[in-house]
């Protein structure tokens, strides 16, 4: 149909370009064979002789890819490998001549936007892989990095395809990925829209992969470049906040919905989650956590930010904080600043907020490891929470909770404290509850009562005497193979559960039923008589 040249075929392209642009026009394109004879104006046409023309034709696919049948129709018929090497030919027809020309970043913000509705269907991602797709729009952000247009299209494009784990090995190999995300967040700082799609790409990149990890936080810069994003983005939500509270009324602020972070506030989550990603990684973890304007930040986080407020941000700056604390070096930025920490991890507890509630309760288990933040957590009630998140029936809530209380017990004058809220029972109905399924949780409270009863002299003076009894059942039960692990299980998952049996329970279990038997008696000691 398109067998013209010249100003005929540019004419040809216009026309088809404004009939595409309307929705109710798109029932032609699927009875005839005009999308076929796009594509070939795509592969055949000369860039620098028919620019105009494929533009037009780039435009008139853009407005046709948003239809769900029209999109498959031309991704089988290999628009995506078209567009990739049409990408290719800008690409180095670019560096041929020595400048980028005129028409080519027109080119590019079309067919990028093409490709990013292309990212949206999943058959497209085998696609992606295999054309070269990832690294070559790479190629195109860093020559295209001052074209906010592209790159916001291209950044589109990554951000979607980074959130599967394919996609996201890909990209982590494509050369200079990293430097060049890093170029873009330093040429547009303020670009709120391109910033926060970088740093979401960058934190799906992160996520998994200790490899990608090193990658990015070995690029010159790296680190600075995200802080310096993180105090940009905190300062213009400060003023924002202040803005819209001299605005609005105490009603409005209040009707705000809690989950529907601004912009701004989206960027900072975005942001955060990068640095908790790398905080994972030991080595690198253990360095970031002794850099004092990272953790101040997150620390203001937490200040200026209420969890109804924004919800996901607090979490996040918590979830961080948890990752930077669980490092023990001499010189912790977080350990500098614990006490600190603690107060706003103590407005956190007393949110109705599980999530942030968990959140706290994981940092004060590392931070509980000194004896300065044991001493807080008695004298500001820390440890009442602790026991009871014990009747959550939540493991990763036990989990935590009993964390802390193990490092509490381990100070003689504070073991008392379990005793409390009834602390010993819900110990062990928390033993009873999740040891079969979760065999390290079970360790733990072990742990706990192993450091709890010491100094024993009776087990039921120590536990109470229900206590006791229930506590031998249990623990007599589980030791036994046969009783204690699950046969229903499939054969690895068994295998698993016998491993974490056998090396975390077992060995504090036989010990503490040891320890409770010897002292089960009904006999009560004779105190020393009197001379």
């Known amino acids: 149909m398109l067998r013209v040249t010249g100003k005929n075929l540019l004419n040809v392209c216009k026309l088809i370009f404004k009939i595409s642009r309307c929705e109710n026009n798109d029932v032609l394109f699927q009875t005839e064979n005009i999308l076929d004879s ?144 890093l170029a873009v967040l330093n040429k547009h700082q303020k670009k709120q829209d391109l910033v926060v799609r970088i740093v979401f790409t960058l934190g799906n990149l992160t996520a998994k992969n200790n490899h990608a990890r090193e990658q990015f936080y070995m690029e010159d810069g790296a680190i600075s470049t995200l802080l310096s994003l993180f105090q940009i983005y905190y300062e213009l939500d400060c003023c924002m906040k202040s803005a819209s509270g001299r605005s609005e009324s105490a009603e409005e602020v209040n009707s705000r919905h809690p989950k529907h972070p601004t912009d701004v506030e989206d960027v900072l989550i975005k942001l955060i989650r990068v640095l908790a990603n790398i905080s994972i990684h030991p080595s690198l973890g253990t360095v970031l956590s002794t850099n004092q304007n990272c953790v101040d930040l997150l620390i203001k986080v937490l200040e200026y930010k209420q969890i109804d407020e924004c919800e996901e941000l607090v979490i996040n700056a918590a979830a961080a904080i948890n990752n930077l604390s669980y490092y023990q070096t001499k010189h912790s930025a977080v350990r ?166 056998e090396s975390e329970f077992i060995p504090v279990a036989s010990q503490l039923l040891t320890r409770v038997q010897s002292h089960d008696t009904l006999l009560e000691p004779l105190s020393v008589p009197s001379q």
């Open 336 to 501: 500098s600043r614990q006490l600190r920490i603690s107060e706003l991890l103590l407005r956190l507890l007393l949110s109705n907020n599980m999530e942030g509630i968990l959140e706290a309760a994981r940092v004060f288990g590392n931070l509980s490891q000194t004896k300065e933040i044991r001493d807080f957590v008695v004298a500001k009630n820390v440890y009442k929470f602790m026991i009871a998140l014990l009747d959550s029936k939540n493991p990763d809530v036990c989990f935590s909770a009993c964390g802390v209380l193990i490092n509490v017990t381990v100070d003689n004058n504070k073991r008392t404290i379990l005793r409390e809220e009834g602390g010993i029972k819900k110990l062990i109905d928390c033993l009873q509850d999740f040891g079969p399924s979760d065999w390290q949780l079970a360790s733990l409270v072990c742990k706990t009562l192993w450091n709890y009863s010491e100094k024993i002299t009776s087990a039921a003076l120590c536990f109470g005497n229900k206590e006791t009894e229930k506590l031998i059942e249990l623990l007599t039960t589980y030791l036994e193979e046969e009783l204690a692990l699950d046969n229903s299980l499939d054969k690895d998952l068994r295998a698993y559960h016998k491993v974490c049996w």
């Open 38 to 181: 796009l594509l070939d104006v795509l592969k055949s046409e000369d860039m620098l002789s028919n620019s105009e023309a494929l533009l037009y034709c780039l435009g008139a696919i853009k407005f046709l890819s948003g239809n769900a049948n029209l999109i498959k129709y031309m991704l089988n018929e290999n628009l995506l490998e078209t567009l990739v090497q049409l990408m290719k030919h800008i690409s180095n027809t670019d560096k041929e001549s020595d400048s980028l020309l005129p028409i080519s970043g027109n080119l590019l913000v079309q067919l990028t936007a093409i490709l990013r509705n292309i990212a949206d269907l999943s058959q497209s991602r085998p696609r992606f892989l295999l054309s070269g797709a990832l690294s070559e729009l790479c190629v195109i952000l860093e020559q295209y990095i001052a074209d906010k247009d592209v790159c916001t299209n291209v950044a589109r494009i990554l951000s979607k395809l980074s959130s599967y784990n394919d996609c996201c090995t890909a990209l982590a190999d494509c050369p200079r990925c990293f430097s060049i995300f």
